[in-house]
C-alpha cells in the first residue's frame, strides 16, 4: 500500500512538471490555437490535460515495474496534480 501511495505521488509531481514544463515552453498555447477541437479543448482544460499526462506517465510505469495496479493511480493523481497546477 505504501508503494502504491508513493506511486501516485511520483505520478502525480512528474505530470505536474510536464504540463507546467508544456505551459513555459509555449506548447500548450500552440497546440490550443493548431489543433482539431476535441485536442484543443483537452489541452485548454487543466484537470483533462492531467487526467492525460497521469495516465499516460502511468502506463510507462506500468511497462517500467510491470505491475498492473499502477494503472489505478491515474484516479488518485490527478487531483493532486491539478492542486499543484
Known amino acids: 500500500m505504501v508503494t ?8 502525480a509531481l ?3 512538471f510536464v ?4 505551459d513555459r515552453a509555449g506548447l ?3 497546440v490550443v ?14 484537470f483533462c490535460l492531467s487526467w492525460w499526462s497521469c495516465a499516460a506517465l502511468a502506463v510507462i510505469a506500468t511497462v517500467i515495474c510491470r505491475d498492473a495496479a499502477i ?3 491515474p ?3 490527478t487531483p493532486i496534480t491539478r492542486a499543484l497546477l
Not at 4 to 11: A, D, E, L, M, R
Not at 19 to 22: N, P, Q, S, T, W
Not at 33 to 39: D, E, Q
Request: charged fraction near 15%.
Open 4 to 11: 502504491f501511495i508513493c506511486i501516485v505521488v511520483c505520478v
Open 14 to 16: 512528474a505530470a505536474a
Open 19 to 22: 504540463v507546467l514544463f508544456m
Open 28 to 30: 500548450r498555447e500552440r
Open 33 to 46: 490555437a493548431t489543433a482539431p477541437k476535441p485536442i484543443s479543448e483537452m489541452f485548454g482544460c487543466d
Open 71 to 73: 494503472l489505478a493511480a
Open 75 to 77: 484516479l488518485f493523481a
